[in-house]
Structures are given as C-alpha cells and as structure tokens.
C-alpha cells in the first residue's frame, strides 16, 4: 500500500494535501470492506438507471392530444396507458436517491471518525474514498440528464392531475397500488429540484451533521474540501495525470471536484467561495479552464448555476469574473 499512497512533500504550505488518490485501482482492505461491500451493492445498479434517464422519452405527444380532445375517451386512455409505466420508472430513480442517501451517510461515517484526520482518512482508505467519488460522479451525471429533460416533470404532473380527477370521482387505479398519494408527494418534491439527486446529498450530509453532535462540523466539510484540493492536485500534477490510464478518468477526476465543491457549498455554513473556505476556488477553476471548453461546460455551468454561495457578497469578483 506505501507505494499506492506515495506522498509528495508539498513545496508550499497553503498548498493542502498532495497525495494520489487511484480512482482507477483503489482495493477495499479488511478494515473498509463492510462499508465497501454496503456502498458497492447501491452503485452497481448506477450505470443502469443513468442509462434508463437518458433514454426517457417522455409522453408529451399523448399527453398533448389527450388535452386537446377531452372528450375522446380512446385518446385519454392511451395518454394514461403511456404516462403509467414512466412514472414507475420515475419511482425507482427516486427509490435509488432514498438507497444514496444512506450510502453516503455510511460512508461519512467511515470517512471523518476520529482519530483520524481527513487527509489521513483519504488516503488510507482509498477504496472508500473512490466510492464516495463514484456517488458524486453518479450525482452531476444524473442530475445533468434530468435537468436536459422537461419530460419528466410534464409526465409526473399530468399523472398527479388524472389521478386527482379520478379521486374525485371515487376511482380507483391499479397503479395507485404502485405509487400511493404518499409516495407521489414525495416524488413531486423530488422532482420539483433542478438537481434532485444533489439536493439528496447535500440534505444527507447535513442531516449526518446535525445527527452527530459530539462529531464538529469541521470533519465533514474537511473530508469534502480535502477531496476537492486532492483532485484538483492530480488534475494540475503532470506524475499524477500521466498515472491516470485513460482520459475517462481525467473527466472523471473533474466531475469529482466540482460535485464536492457544490456539496461543500450547501453543507458548509458560509461555502466555497468565501475568503475562509478551505477550498481553493481559483485554483479550481483554472484546472477546469486549462481543459477542452466542450468538455468542461457543464462543469462550469454547475457552479455557476447549483452553488448556493456564489453571488454572495463575500464572494471575491475576480472568482465571479473567473465564472462569468
């Protein structure tokens, strides 16, 4: 493991840590593989549901002539009949934000115990620290699909309507079964966010916060800023880069750092941009701008655009001129 966490002595001291972290390789050892084990069960079924969004089409042709011709009662059930099956499949990426939430309330667990520091917990416990990457990873890419996709919440409201107009008239339907009035409440809320799977996140760490009092806040918000330099490090560190075996992980590397600057942002009392913040917010976005605009636009536009802080009056102009 030593040569896996070979540490560079850092030439500045501001500079935060500077180790590699092998998102590519990172093994759980005996002591992770509980919670690795736990976490791993959650992210298997990631790739799938990232699949399933992309490909959600949508009813809104149906629902368009089922507006239209009210009276038509052939042209109604065939908008219902289309609606159904997505809002199923709506519950399930919900359902998958409820299994997240508790993953990372796990793996916060693992992460900011004491004794340890969160440079030391980082790096000693990669495989961990690799799955808490994957989480967020999973998170921005989710959230960019759903965001990309006005379908979803057209469908779920026309459903929420039907089903509101057949209470009315004391109908039962079988998918109510399904997804009660309960469970559809929940979903709206949901789904109500810009970027719902974040929002799951970011609520779940500060529920973590807030449940483990004797824990103080600097832990969390540490783990999460000390994962942002370490990324930020192996992005501008040419030995580290040329470690990585493929591009993928560079793109990667960079979906992890803005993912835990934006949760550092929600969860952090006064954020990521302020003068205080452990962060390095300029050095972060100088990383992104060093790299193919095309690749690097959504990044950017998800701290412009999901970032709590940057508009505050603490942020400095030269960070919000770097954003414009």
């Not at 059930?77 to 399930?92: I, M």
């Not at 495989?127 to 990873?137: P, Q, R, Y």
């Not at 057949?166 to 109510?176: A, F, G, K, T, Y």
């Amino acid at each position: 493991m030593g040569n896996l966490l070979k540490v560079l002595t850092c030439t500045e001291l501001d500079q935060g840590p500077n180790f590699f972290l092998d998102f590519e390789n990172a093994q759980p050892t005996d002591g992770e593989r509980e919670v690795w084990n736990q976490i791993s069960a959650v992210l298997q079924d990631s790739e799938s549901m990232l699949a399933d969004l992309q490909a959600y089409k949508g009813a809104g042709q149906e629902i368009r002539e089922a507006i239209q011709n009210p009276n038509d009662i052939q042209l109604q059930e065939k908008a219902w009949n289309s609606v159904c099956p997505l809002v199923v499949r709506l519950k399930r990426f919900y359902e998958f934000s409820l299994r997240l939430e508790k993953a990372l309330q796990s793996l916060l667990e693992s992460l900011t115990c004491p004794p340890y520091t969160p440079t030391q917990h980082l790096e000693r416990e990669q495989a961990l620290a690799k799955e808490f990457a994957e989480i967020l990873h999973f998170t921005l890419r989710f959230d960019e699909l759903k965001m990309r996709n006005p379908a979803i919440q057209n469908d779920f409201s026309y459903y929420r309507r039907t089903i509101s107009r057949n209470r009315i008239n004391n109908m039962h339907l079988d998918i109510e079964n399904e997804v009660n009035n309960e469970m559809a409440n929940r979903m709206s809320l949901f789904y109500a966010e810009a970027t719902p799977m974040l929002k799951t996140l970011s609520n779940a760490t500060t529920h973590f916060v807030s449940e483990n009092k004797t824990l103080p806040i600097e832990n969390t918000t540490d783990c999460l800023s000390t994962m942002a330099s370490v990324c930020k490090v192996m992005l501008e560190t040419p030995e580290y880069r040329s470690r990585f075996t493929s591009e993928e992980t560079l793109m990667f590397c960079m979906r992890v750092m803005v993912g835990v600057i934006i949760l550092y942002d929600h969860v952090h009392p006064v954020g990521a941009f302020s003068k205080t913040s452990k962060i390095d917010m300029k050095g972060c976005i100088k990383v992104l701008k060093e790299q193919p605009p095309d690749t690097v636009e959504g990044l950017l536009n998800a701290l412009r655009f999901t970032t709590k802080h940057l508009n505050d009056e603490s942020t400095s102009k030269q960070i919000r001129a770097m954003l414009q």
